[in-house]
């Protein structure tokens, strides 16, 4: 059975081939706005469904994922423009915010998700700091305006729950979720 990846994250790549040695990637492409009334939990469940849906058949098993940040019960997501991550960046400054991730596993037709949430806690950013984390471009694309794999984890002063789920997959869900439907992992 082929192993897909639905996703366009080179991070997701790099911590899947963690656990698998082969398997192929697929760009989604869906629509990744927020319905009315929907929790970031419910948010994330969704996406990664969709993600693994689209590319589902009888002969592949599809992987999807998805990431998002939230403040409160505000969603945190990826920034439009330098300035939408400057706004996101001193909103994170000094305070504990939540990761939330999940992970769709769809086998013909049959899916299987789990929900991971992180909590991460920024230390105070100044604004000289934000201005030059913004000039390194490592924001673009990237839920909450960073990237914890990057220069952005010197800005974590702790993290309770999954590192690999706030980089974009976590390690320990996806490998029981591929150990439960029969695809070899790595140390399995």
């Known amino acids: 059975m082929v192993l897909l990846l639905a996703s366009a994250s080179p991070r997701r790549k790099a911590l899947l081939s963690q656990l698998v040695n082969d398997f192929d990637i697929v760009d989604p492409d ?11 939990l419910e ?4 996406l990664s469904r969709e993600k693994a849906q689209r590319y589902a058949s009888a002969d592949r098993a599809v992987l999807g994922a998805d990431t998002t940040v939230t403040v409160g019960s505000s969603i945190v997501g990826k920034p439009d423009s330098r300035e939408s991550a400057r706004a996101f960046l001193q909103c994170l400054s000094g305070c504990t915010h ?9 086998i013909a037709g049959r899916a299987l998700t789990r ?4 909590l991460v806690t920024f ?9 030059q984390y913004l000039m390194a471009g ?15 984890g010197a800005f974590v002063s702790r993290i309770e729950g999954s590192y ?25």
């Open 43 to 46: 948010y994330v469940a969704r």
């Open 164 to 188: 690999s789920a706030v980089v974009g997959l976590p390690l320990f869900e996806t490998r029981e979720l591929l150990l439960a439907a029969n695809i070899p992992v790595r140390y399995g």
């Open 115 to 118: 929900k991971v949430t992180t």
């Open 138 to 152: 490592e924001y673009v694309g990237k839920a909450g305006a960073y990237a914890i794999q990057g220069y952005a």
């Open 30 to 40: 869906i629509d990744e706005s927020v319905l009315l009334n929907e929790s970031p």
């Open 98 to 106: 939540e990761v939330h991730t999940a992970i769709t596993l769809n």
């Open 123 to 131: 230390a105070h950013l100044s604004e000289e700091v934000i201005t």
